[in-house]
Structures are given as C-alpha cells and as structure tokens.
C-alpha cells in the first residue's frame, strides 16, 4: 500500500510539473501573464482554436486552415472590408490613408527608377572604374542588421543601372546550391551572381517547389520586400549578357571547360554551356537566344564580405516527400515546440513576417534561413526567392502556418499590410504598385496579369488569417510591438 501511495504522489508531482512547463510555454508565446490565464481558464488552444467542428470532416490541418480563412474572409466581405480594416488608430481617414501611400510609393519609384534611356547611352556604361567603387561602397555602407537597404535609398537607382550595364570582368561557375549561376565580377570590383532565365513567364511546374529559379521572380520578389518595408533582401536587378562577348572571353577555366557549342538549323554556333551545380550536366544546356546570342536573368549584388551568413534549418522546413509530412503539418500546437528553441522577439515575428513575404510570392521552398553570423538582433534575411510565381491559380496555405499557428504577429506590419488592403484606390494595390515600379524595367513584363491578380487575391487571404487570430485572442495580445 505505501508503495502504490508513493507511486500516486510521484504520478501527481509529474503531472504538475507538466501543467507549470505548459504555463510557462503559454506566457512565452504570448507575452503577457493575463493572456496565459485567460488561456487557461478558457481551456483553450494556444494556437487557432474554433477548428474542432471542422476537424470532424477528417480534413488535414492545412485544409482546415485554410476552409477557416475562407469563411472568414467570406464575412469580411459581407460585413465590408473597409469597415472590418477600421482601427482607432487615427489612421483610418480615406484621406490620410491614400495621401500616405501616394507619398510612400513615390518614394519608392524615385529611388529605384532612373530616368528612362537608350542602354547604349547608359550613364552606367560611361562610368569610369573609381565612380563604380563608390557606388558599391554605397550599398555596402548600407547594410545593418537589420536592413540591406535603407528606407529612404535615393542612390539605389545608380546601384540598380551599375548591375544592369557595368562591364563585366571576370565570369565564374557559382557552386553553392542546387542551381545554375554565374559568379560575375563587375568593374569596380563588385560580385554579382546571375540567375538565367530557365522558363518562359506562364511556365507552371509539377509541385509548387519544383523545377529551376525564376529570375524573374528574383527581380519581383525584391521590389515587394521594398513594399512591405521588409528591406532584408539583397538588391536585385534585370540584366541581357551576350554570351559571346561578355561571358566566354573573361570566363574562368571551370566555367569555359562547361562550354559546348551547338550549331542551328541555319548553320549558327551558339556558346551553350552546363555550369557546375547540383544539378548541372552536359545534357542540360543552356543557350542564348539564337537570333541575339543573348541570355536574360537577374543580378544580384553580393553582400559584404564582413557579414558572413549563418544559415539555419527553418522550423517550418517541408520534408520533401508527398507520403510524409512534417510534424508542423500535422501538430496545430507546434508553435510551442518552435518557442523552445527561438524567441519570441526577434526569431518568430521574423518567421511571421517571412511566411507573408513567401506566400505573397508563392515560395515554398524555404528550408533553411539565414542570418547575418556574430551579429546581435539580425533580421531573416530573405535571400534566395527564385522559388516564386509560379502558379497563379493556387495559393499554398501551409506557408504562413507561422501566422496561423502562432498567432503573432508585428503591430507595424500588420499596419502597413493594412492599408494595402483596404484602400479603397486600385492603383494602391499590391499589383498596381508592382506595375508602377518595374513597368519600365527592360525585362517587363516580368509577371503575367494573372501572377500580379494571385498578389492581392493572397493580400486578403492574409488578413482573414490575422482576423482569424483576432476572434481567438485580444487584439492587443496578437499584436506585437
């Protein structure tokens, strides 16, 4: 008998040591002793609780989700969303509103867009070697820890036309990821890596992570980190190569022994060539345009050689196999499992604001991140957005299960993804900004009519996400300063 009572009592005592590591996980979350007790006292979910009668239907997590935000969004637009975007905030005047993002979006243009010239006349190609360094000491100087370009950047116009036109002096094989890219080095001295153009704009793969980069997509995805003031994405631009003349001459013995000449129906030579990457072989060239001999792509400016990156397995990470899934698509608590090993502030807020980055683009490819290695406080970095616009029709749910499962998320993003979505101007609307920045881009256009629609059509999903959040939780503790 004394030991079935000391067997209750050690029982008991693990159960409450259980309860207090739980409560704890709760405070961790949310950030606020009151909410874990009104958690607890309600006997609710510390993630998007409401769901039950739906999981009755044997619906995954992901379908559950994402039916959830559809009826939600569904009452938005029934109740009217500009009165469901209403905030006491004093920001909520049409006026202010639309007077605000006039005056953002022409800031925004006026950084990035140079006067419209002939690329022969380019200012960029007269450009002597000592006013390219300086330019890219420019963008050098700009990175922190939390940003790769400022918000208010007049000079990137000139950094943008220097990738676009600057001689390039050096060409190489890039051997990091699965890929192929070029390793250029411009006039000046600045490193740039080259994505090619692998698929035509409407192209739509099997599986939404499959397939090669778009560097399109590269390009889009930059100017939107730029809307949404997540300024952590390295600073991208268009780019036409002539193969023959720009690339073969100056490339490296690794890159010109990849070379393999292919001749056309009408008897032409086009330099072909395999690079070296995961998936690069012989057998899967790529070859200029045979009436140009030019290739089309993206350039990216190389970060500074003081930030070394540290890259990180994402907690949200897919398992790549179409019978397995990972535990957070399965386990609605895994939030709890992710505030183990990650703060609240920065680490999850960053995924957060990631996953509606990745979702607007439709990335759902990020397996790992990366941070700025021995520096205090970095941002997520959002490099490596070649996995986007894909297909347009669909909108991949399980992205921004950070948002969904969590229920955080930054007071000033949730602020600033308002005012996109409830203005009541089309021409403020996420595909229209697009257009008025990169409209006059030598590549545009860079995205399909239906790719720009699936942008805002994946805005209002986002906000039915965070109302999703705000009928379970207070305002004010979904909210994160």
Partial sequence: MRRFKTRIVTLLFVCSIITVSMLFYFMLIFDDKKLANNLINTSRSVIVVGFAELRKENLTLCETYEKKAKLKLIQMFEDGMSAVGHDNNGDDDENVNENYLENFVESLKSDSQPERKDSSSSTAVKLKDKELKKIWSTAKKW????????????????????????????????????????????????????????????????????GADRHNGEIVAFHLSRILNQRYAPIVASRIINVAQEIKPVASPSLLVTFVPQKTKTNQTLECFYGECYYCNEYELLCPDESTGTLE??????????????????????????????????????????????????????????AIFDYLIGNADRHHYEVFKHVSNSALLLIDNGKSFGDPAHDETTIIFPLLQCCVIRNQTYQHLR???????????????IRQLLSNDQLWPLLTDRHLQALDRRLRMIMASIELCFDTYQKNYVLKN
């Fill in 419 to 433: 005012r996109f979505a409830f203005t009541t101007s089309s021409q403020f609307n996420l595909s229209a900004i």
């Fill in 297 to 354: 792509g993206s350039i990216i400016l190389m970060l500074p050689n003081q930030y070394q990156l540290q890259k990180l397995r994402h907690p949200w990470q897919r398992t790549y196999k179409k019978n397995l899934k990972a535990q957070w698509e399965m386990d609605s608590h895994y939030c709890l499992s992710v505030l183990k090993s990650n703060s609240l502030r920065p680490r999850v807020l960053d995924f957060v604001d990631t």
């Fill in 143 to 210: 990175v922190r820890a939390r940003q790769i370009i400022p918000e208010k950047a007049p000079e990137l116009s000139s950094i943008i036309e220097a990738l676009q036109h600057s001689k390039i002096i050096k060409s190489d094989v890039s051997r990091k990821g699965t890929q192929l890219k070029l390793l250029l080095t411009l006039e000046g001295g600045q490193q740039a890596l080259f994505k090619p153009r692998r698929y035509p704009r409407d192209y739509i793969t099997d599986d939404i992570y499959a």
